[in-house]
């Protein structure tokens, strides 16, 4: 970027998206998540977005944006292991078209949290999953045409810890020993996947979806708090990015060992999607899990969300920053808020977006920002009480409804846009 380019902030190509995920929108009895949460049996479809996907494609058009990161339904796709639903696949073609139709640029997630239930049985620690979620990858590679932005796992450290150390979603497991070795085969399969990724399609970009958040010690003086802030975040934020150009995969668990574990990912990656939502603070507490205990505190004056998380846009900046030294391009991926007060999602988005220009003034190399999400939708551990929507969704009726934030959303796309 020339320092002239750089000083206009946002380039005329800056991506200005919406992201989702399938299931938050369309549910799908197939998967793992229907059965696991059970307050989805009343509303097994949600929005009914399978359905309903031409209207709310529709509102993409008028919101102006000129991407869109959407996900496919494994288990919608592939509902038994040896059975492959051609209509499922037919229907995320004919989403694709219909963007492309409208100038939009489609970013295409191919694992978003959920599984088909014949694959959770044995979940990613089994070495089998490797070829399972190949084979579903090779089969959507080839098959759908018109996508060059493809993220293969969406946070799959959140997916580790919710799976795998907390316990909280599917597959529920809590053990250190398996997370790892399912850790290693998520990466293992996004190393493949980059590949067949781009032997099919050369000029693709592809990453993962990193979800990044910004850690402080609960209280500054207390070297026990530092250093669970500092293990946190290598642990949550930097692992990953450092696997990424090294190719080995540095854990550490607070009073455990550290473990190198070679991961075949190093440079697989063409873009790096960054999640960004909030800020920790952290402290040590022995009766706590590992020690850490962990709160959202309204320290900037900007309130917490719906989900209590902190508003805290410098955050941003200090996670944008760290993912610029992998040396590749930024993309937010996601960043929303859950409330039903559009002047605080309004601030959200502006006092985001505003990190986001000044980061791009100086040099860091941003090219797009998503918000989380279209409509109100399914939280996973929330239900349907977290809105996230630009447009507001009836869950009797299932009516969406234009907010206050849409038409702000719409606006700083065209403000901050150099056409
Ligand atoms: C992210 C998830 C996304 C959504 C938002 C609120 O961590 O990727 O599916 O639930 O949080």
């Known amino acids: 970027m020339t320092p002239r380019e750089r ?44 359905d309903l996907y031409k209207e709310d494609l529709r509102l993409l058009k008028d919101l102006g944006v000129n991407s869109y990161r959407f996900s496919l339904e494994w288990s919608r796709i592939q509902p038994e292991e040896d059975v492959w639903d051609y209509d499922a696949i037919a229907h995320y073609q004919e989403i694709i078209d219909i963007l492309l139709e409208n100038n939009i640029e489609p970013m295409v997630t191919i694992h978003h949290f959920t599984h088909p239930l014949w694959f959770i049985k044995k979940a990613w620690h089994d070495d089998a999953s490797i070829e399972k979620f190949l084979t579903y990858t090779k089969k959507m590679v080839s098959m759908l045409t018109g996508v060059r932005y493809w993220i293969t796992f969406n946070e799959p450290y959140v997916l580790i810890l919710g799976g795998y150390l907390e316990g909280c979603m599917p597959p529920g497991i809590r053990d250190v020993s398996l997370a790892v070795k399912a850790l290693k085969n998520i990466l293992v399969c996004h190393g493949q996947a980059y590949d067949v990724i781009h032997s099919h399609i050369p000029d693709a970009m592809v990453s993962v979806a990193h979800n990044m958040a910004a850690f402080n010690p609960w209280h500054r003086w207390n070297p026990a708090d530092k250093l669970i802030s500092r293990i946190a975040r290598h642990f949550y934020n930097n692992s990953l990015l450092d696997a990424f150009s090294t190719g080995t995969l540095r854990l550490q668990f607070p009073f455990k060992k550290a473990m190198e574990i070679s991961v075949p990912i190093k440079d697989k990656i063409d873009f790096f999607g960054v999640n960004y939502y909030t800020r920790m603070h952290l402290r040590f507490n022995p009766f706590k899990k590992m020690g850490i205990e962990l709160r959202h505190r309204d320290i900037g004056g900007y309130g917490l969300t719906d989900m209590g998380w902190e508003i805290h846009p410098q955050g941003l900046e200090r996670v944008l920053k760290r993912a610029a030294r992998l040396n590749v391009p930024l993309i937010i991926t996601e960043n929303g808020i859950a409330t039903r007060d559009d002047q605080k999602k309004i601030r959200f988005m502006k006092k985001h977006i505003d990190v986001i220009e000044r980061c791009l003034k100086q040099g860091i190399d941003i090219r797009g920002y998503f918000y989380w999400s279209l409509i109100d939708n399914y939280e996973w551990l929330q239900g349907l009480d977290a809105c996230f929507g630009l447009y507001s969704v009836n869950f009797d009726t299932l009516e969406r409804k234009s907010t206050n934030a849409a038409a702000y959303y719409s606006y700083l796309i065209k403000s901050r846009s150099s056409f």
């Open 7 to 50: 000083a206009k902030g946002f380039p005329s190509d800056f991506l200005w998206g919406i992201a989702t995920s399938a299931f938050q929108l369309e549910g799908s009895l197939n998967a793992d998540w229907a059965s696991w949460d059970k307050t989805l049996n009343e509303k097994p479809d949600v929005t009914n977005h399978y």
